[in-house]
């Protein structure tokens, strides 16, 4: 046990390269509820299921090409909606870095990896996925 005992998750903020364009990829692209800047106007709430995520405008953008591959932002999707990312994705041109079926491990199902403008890395996770259920390829996904 811990010296203190922190009672939640006021929000989660993810650094971004230009603020407007970035409110568009969460707000319109992914749906996530806008809640409206901040008084400095250089953050952006957002809020999804229980928990509010901050864009943060960097005082200078940064190269998105090397950026950390393993740090990312996980958000929970029906399977439904997993389909449908798969084509607008394609439909849109975003680029997907993985495709992943987990079967083993503490948060299993299905993920689709990919970036948003500022080159963080995202995860759309369908927890429905289970071990021996299909695994078509994006392509697959994308013509279904």
Excluded at 34 to 48: D, E, I, K, T, Y
């Amino acid at each position: 046990m811990g010296l203190l005992k922190v009672e939640g998750v006021t929000h989660w903020s993810i650094p971004v390269n230009n603020l407007e364009e970035s409110e568009k990829f969460y707000g319109d692209l992914l749906g996530l509820k806008p809640l409206g800047r901040l008084g400095n106007a250089v953050m952006s709430c957002f809020n999804v299921g229980d928990h509010n995520i901050l864009l943060c405008e960097r005082e200078q953008p940064v190269d998105t090409s090397g950026v950390e591959q393993r740090v990312h932002h996980s958000f929970t999707v029906s399977p439904e909606t997993f389909v449908q990312a798969c084509k607008i994705f394609h439909e849109k041109q975003i680029p997907i870095v993985e495709l992943h079926y987990r079967a083993k491990g503490y948060f299993t199902g299905r993920e689709l990896y990919f970036h948003d403008p500022s080159g963080n890395r995202l995860e759309l996770r369908d927890p429905t996925w289970k071990q021996g259920m299909a695994e078509p390829p994006f392509e697959e996904i994308v013509r279904s």
